[in-house]
Nanobody, 113 residues
């Protein structure tokens, strides 16, 4: 079993920055891919970014603004979010995939205009 705990969400003005963190515990050595999804009110959950063996993948809407990174020693994945826009407002969920898929509890990111 893997437990994911997110931190770093909050309220920021448009153009500002936030960094999300997600720490994995438990059978984290079996995790292959980690990443972030988000869900805005009334919308489906969508991929933001993933990282696997150093390879990264981003949604077109965040390319050039968000950066995902992973510290394998700390079993932690980060999402640096710059140039935030009001449309980035959502609950951000940490994601991990190994033999199973795991989700964090979510952290709210609100970007005011």
């Amino acid at each position: 079993q893997v437990r994911l705990v997110e931190s770093g969400g909050g309220l920021v003005q448009a153009g500002g920055s936030l960094r999300l963190s997600c720490a994995a515990s438990g059978s984290s050595n079996r995790i292959v891919t980690m990443g972030w999804y988000r869900q805005a009110p009334g919308k489906q959950r969508e991929l933001v970014a993933t990282i696997s063996d150093g390879n990264t993948n981003y949604a077109d809407s965040v390319k050039g603004r968000f950066t995902i990174s992973r510290d394998n020693g700390k079993n932690t994945v980060y999402l640096q979010m710059n140039s935030l826009k009001p449309e980035d407002t959502a609950v951000y969920y940490c994601y991990a995939r190994g033999p199973y898929v795991y989700w964090g509890q979510g952290t709210q990111v609100t970007v005011s205009s």
